[in-house]
C-alpha cells in the first residue's frame, strides 16, 4: 500500500509539473504575433514545425484569455486558418480532390483539440453559422470549445482575407490586431476591385461568389450593393443588377500580399 502511495504521488508530482511547465512556457507566447510568425516561415520557405507544436500544445484556458478582443481573434485565426491551407495542401494537394471532406475534417490541432477548417470559418469566424444556411442560419448546438473561441460581432470582410487554396481566394496576407481594421479595408477593395466587373450599358455588376454563398453576411443583395459602391466597384446602388460568376476551384499556393 505504502508502494503505490508513493508512486501516487509521485505520478501526482509530475503531473502538477508538465502543467506548471506548460502554463510557465505558455505565459511567454504572444498568440498573434505566433501566427504572424506561422505565415512568415512558410512565405519564408522556412520549417513550420516548432510553432505547430506550440499551438498544439497550448493551454485552452490561456488560449482563451489570450485573445480577448474580436481584433485579436480575427487575426489569430485568419492567419491560422491561412498557414494550416498551406502547409496541408503543400503536402498532400490531392486532398483538394474532395473539398467537402478537406474542408469538414478535423486536422488542425489547437490547444489539443482536432479541428476543421470548417469549425474556423463557420463556428469560430462567422460565430457560428450554419455552412449551407446562405448566411441567415445559425448552427443549432454549437459546441463548448466553439462557444468560448468564438467572435462577439462576426465582420463580413473575412471573406475577402480567409484563402481557401483556390485560384479565385483572396491573397494571403498577415493580419496583426492592431492595423486590422486598416488591412481589412484595403484587402476588401483590392479583391473587390480584381474579381468584380461592372457593365455600365446593361447596368448589371458581375461579382464573386462568395456574396451569393454567404448572402446573409453582407446584408442580403441590398448589402452587397453597398459594399461595391463604398468600394467604388458601382457608381449607384440603385437600379443595379447582380450576377455571380462561377468559382475557380483551381488550386493554388503561396498567393501572398503585403497589405
Avoid at 190 to 207: A, G, H, R
Amino acid at each position: 500500500m505504502r508502494i503505490k502511495s508513493i508512486l501516487f504521488s509521485l505520478m501526482l508530482m509530475f503531473s502538477l509539473c508538465r502543467a506548471q511547465n506548460r502554463e510557465q512556457n505558455n505565459q511567454k507566447i504572444n498568440l498573434n504575433e505566433l501566427s504572424e510568425q506561422f505565415l512568415e516561415r512558410i512565405q519564408q520557405g522556412e520549417d513550420t514545425q516548432e510553432i505547430q507544436y506550440q499551438l498544439a500544445t497550448l493551454d485552452m484556458e490561456f488560449l482563451v484569455a489570450s485573445l480577448e478582443t474580436d481584433p485579436q481573434k480575427l487575426a489569430f485565426w485568419v492567419n491560422t486558418y491561412n498557414a494550416f491551407i498551406q502547409i496541408i495542401l503543400t503536402d498532400n494537394p490531392d486532398l483538394y480532390e474532395n473539398r467537402n471532406s478537406f474542408f469538414s475534417k478535423d486536422q488542425i490541432t489547437i490547444a489539443g483539440n482536432e479541428i476543421s477548417f470548417d469549425k474556423i470559418e463557420h463556428g469560430i469566424l462567422r460565430r457560428s453559422k450554419s455552412k449551407l444556411g446562405l448566411g441567415y442560419v445559425n448552427k443549432g448546438f454549437p459546441d463548448k470549445l466553439e462557444r468560448a473561441l468564438r467572435v462577439k460581432k462576426p465582420d463580413y470582410r473575412i471573406h475577402f482575407a480567409l484563402n481557401c487554396g483556390a485560384k479565385d481566394c483572396p491573397p494571403v496576407a498577415i493580419y496583426t490586431p492592431e492595423q486590422l481594421e486598416a488591412q481589412f479595408e484595403k484587402s476588401t477593395s483590392l479583391f473587390l476591385k480584381q474579381s468584380s466587373t461592372f457593365d455600365p450599358d446593361k447596368k448589371e455588376v458581375y461579382i464573386t461568389s462568395l456574396f451569393s454563398w454567404f448572402r446573409g453576411d453582407f446584408g442580403g443583395k441590398d448589402g452587397t450593393r453597398a459594399i461595391l459602391k463604398k468600394n467604388g466597384i458601382i457608381p449607384t446602388v440603385e437600379g443595379i443588377g447582380l450576377e455571380y460568376k462561377s468559382y475557380d476551384w483551381t488550386l493554388k499556393l503561396n498567393n501572398f500580399i503585403e497589405l
